[in-house]
T-cell receptor
Framework: EAQVTQNPRYLITVTGKKLTVTCSQN?????MSWYRQDPGLGLRQIYY???????DKGDVPEGYKVSRKEKRNFPLILESPSPNQTSLYFC????????????FGEGSRLTVL | DQQVKQNSPSLSVQEGRISILNCDYT??????FLWYKKYPAEGPTFLIS?????DKNEDGRFTVFLNKSAKHLSLHIVPSQPGDSAVYFC?????????FGKGTRLSVIA
């Protein structure tokens, strides 16, 4: 089954404790991206990757890091989480074509205390 | 600057009637538009798309209309069903990552 898998789905952590949210896709997609969803703000892009070893900042990259060492994986790293990073995070992927459908994971709800 | 705007945060419609969700954009270079649907506790799922070379695209109960001169697109759902109750996101792109609107919460009342 074609899917984008994120882990963990739910996480409560404390300020400053490094965490990683993993994302894996099994569709051989070139493009992968991370979004956060906040009430009243919709979906905002954090980082995206057009292919292996190629990453770019989205609209709200501050406080986040990503890496794309393999085509299927695109982890989101919070080196020193802060309460304003409490949010619902979505990973997504699509083919390299601009008109390709974007497939989303089920989301990771992160709470930073 | 918000490039894709969904000015109605919520919409309520009676079952069986038409639901019309609106979206405006500011970047005239956008050439591809999509609608996504999101249920609680799930990721957004693709619903329907339209290229800028068209002004209408239909898929079953869902039709998207594009008015390039007005920089406006709309999603029509006919007839609306209770299972259509969700948040709908409009998105646009031009050789760039998708830019999403803030979403409209549709409630279809039985």
């Amino acid at each position: 089954e074609a899917q984008v898998t994120q882990n963990p789905r739910y996480l409560i952590t404390v300020t400053g404790k490094k965490l990683t949210v993993t994302c894996s896709q099994n569709m051989n997609h070139e493009y992968m991206s991370w979004y956060r969803q906040d009430p009243g703000l919709g979906l905002r892009q954090i980082y995206y990757s057009m292919n292996v070893e190629v990453t770019d900042k989205g609209d709200v990259p501050e406080g986040y890091k990503v890496s794309r060492k393999e085509k299927r994986n695109f982890p989101l790293i919070l080196e020193s989480p802060s309460p304003n990073q409490t949010s619902l995070y979505f990973c997504a992927s699509r083919t390299g074509q601009n008109t390709g459908e974007l497939f989303f994971g089920e989301g990771s709800r992160l709470t930073v205390l | 600057d918000q490039q894709v705007k969904q000015n109605s945060p919520s919409l309520s419609v009676q079952e069986g009637r038409i639901s019309i969700l609106n979206c405006d954009y500011t970047n005239s270079m956008f050439d591809y538009f999509l609608w996504y649907k999101k249920y609680p506790a799930e990721g957004p799922t693709f619903l329907i798309s339209i290229s800028s070379i068209k002004d209408k695209n239909e898929d079953g109960r869902f039709t998207v209309f594009l008015n390039k001169s007005a920089k406006h697109l709309s999603l029509h759902i006919v007839p609306s069903q209770p299972g259509d109750s969700a948040v709908y996101f409009c998105a646009a792109s031009f050789y760039t990552p998708l830019v999403f609107g803030k979403g409209t919460r549709l409630s279809v009342i039985a």
